[in-house]
């Protein structure tokens, strides 16, 4: 089946200690993002990746950190969690970037994640 | 500055029709998307618009005027499970062509 997962769905850590979110995809997509969604705000992008070992800064990249290193995987780094770092958060996949095309991103399942 | 408005949240009963707008600011405009999410769940694809005009699939059609900055996401025929929240998107050649997303709308359906 034709899928993006993410590990783990569910987090509750505490200030300062590394964790690591992890995502994958089975479509051979070029593309990968982490979005957070917070109440109130749209998602909102942290780190997108249009191919194994490039990396770009969404809106809000402070406190993360990703890689790229298989076109599969795309893990999203928390070095330092912090509480406001207290959100929802998705890892989505497209064929490619895709400006001429509809090219639909396809998401994980999500990750809920709550730095106490 | 990027800026994609769209109600909070609306109320419709089923069987009818609702139409949700969306209005955007943006430079370099390179199409429009429109997601539903589930609440708890993730967003999955409806539609897409890059010309203007009327984009139909089943039960939902999606409207684009480039020159208003405005879509609208019409839905027919409502059902119990249309009750989730839909999500407009804007891609635009500005920021490396990546999604500027609306806050989302909530759609409540009625019996």
């Known amino acids: 089946e034709a899928q993006v997962t993410q590990n783990p769905r569910y987090l509750i850590t505490v200030t300062g200690k590394k964790l690591t979110v992890t995502c994958s995809q089975n479509?051979?997509?070029?593309?990968m993002s982490w979005y957070r969604q917070d109440p109130g705000l749209g998602l909102r992008q942290i780190y997108y990746s249009m191919n194994v070992e490039v990396t770009d800064k969404g809106d809000v990249p402070e406190g993360y950190k990703v890689s790229r290193k298989e076109k599969r995987n795309f893990p999203l780094i928390l070095e330092s969690p912090s509480p406001n770092q207290t959100s929802l958060y998705f890892c989505?996949?497209?064929?490619?970037?895709?400006?001429?095309?509809?090219?639909?991103?396809?998401f994980g399942p999500g990750t809920r994640l709550t730095v106490l | 500055g990027q800026n994609i408005d769209q109600p909070t949240e609306m109320t419709a009963t089923e069987g009818a029709i609702v139409q949700i707008n969306c209005t955007y600011q943006?430079?370099?405009?390179?199409?429009l998307f429109w997601y539903q999410q589930h609440a708890g769940e993730a967003p999955t694809f409806l539609s897409y618009?890059?010309l203007d005009g009327l984009e139909e699939k089943g039960r939902f059609s999606s409207f684009l005027s480039r020159s208003k900055g405005y879509s609208y996401l019409l839905l027919k025929e409502l059902q119990m499970k249309d009750s989730a929240s839909y999500l407009c998107a804007v891609r635009h050649r500005g920021s490396n062509y990546q999604l500027i997303w609306g806050a989302g709308t909530k759609l409540i359906i009625k019996p």
């Open positions: 989505a996949s497209s064929l490619s970037r895709g400006f001429n095309s509809y090219n639909e991103q396809f």
């Open positions: 618009n890059v």
């Open positions: 479509m051979n997509h070029e593309y």
């Open positions: 943006t430079s370099g405009f390179n199409g």
